[in-house]
């Protein structure tokens, strides 16, 4: 398993943030609507999950370790990568994994010094910046250099970002955008 090494900033400006970004010259890999399930780990283990992702081009299968979610490094994970969405879920519930949720979130991501800037926007919360670096210090660099000390910045997974909203995401076995009516 590696160290992730990430920070999130809440209640961002998207357009200003972009606009930050370019600036800098990072450079835009994609906009994706992203798709998960997430599974608890068996049997239970504290801060261990299991989830299935894909954003529509890369499908990956990750274990979760949350050692510390209060600390920029305190998640460790073990990634791989899957052919098939459809087929891994199938494949997990044989071995007998029942989804504790299906999520989805929109995501636009640049790439600058290998550092990984994720603007995702999840349902019912406003949009966030996810920095991800290979070590503490690039992620806290960003911070700084994207002048972003003023914003509520915290570390852990999407349930802690809901909470600060006064939501539990666990009450959600579908956390899904709204249709648009037309």
Known sequence: MHIEYEARILDI???D?????EKLGATKKGEYFQKRYVYDFKPKTNGKIIRLRTNGIDTTL?????????????TKELEMKVEDFEKAYLFLKELGY??????????ITYILEDVTFDIDTYPMIPTYLEIEGKNKEDVLKYIDILDLKMYTIMHGNIKKVY???NMDIDKFKRLVFKEEIK
């Open 13 to 15: 400006n998207k357009e």
């Open 163 to 165: 909470e600060k909203y």
């Open 98 to 107: 029942d989804e504790l949720a299906y999520q989805e979130n929109k995501r």
């Open 62 to 74: 990750t274990i979760k370790n949350r050692s510390d979610e209060t600390k920029i490094d305190g």
């Open 17 to 21: 943030i972009i606009k930050k970004l």
